[in-house]
């Protein structure tokens, strides 16, 4: 799923800043750094701990 929404979130941010700036939209770099958006947020779940929080 954090793939799917890497790329529906990069796409739309790739189409929405290309059509301001008046650039042709470019598929190709959105998949490229949709799957890296991707891998680092797998990671940075992966590193973070999941101790259970005690209540105070």
Known sequence: MTLIWSFLLV???NYVVGSIA???F???A???V???LAVL???L???LPE???SDH
């Open 22 to 24: 008046n650039v042709p």
């Open 45 to 47: 779940g992966e590193a």
């Open 11 to 13: 796409t739309l941010l």
């Open 34 to 36: 949709s799957v890296i």
């Open 30 to 32: 959105g998949i490229i």
């Open 51 to 53: 101790e259970s929080v």
């Open 26 to 28: 470019n598929l190709e």
């Open 41 to 43: 947020v797998i990671a």
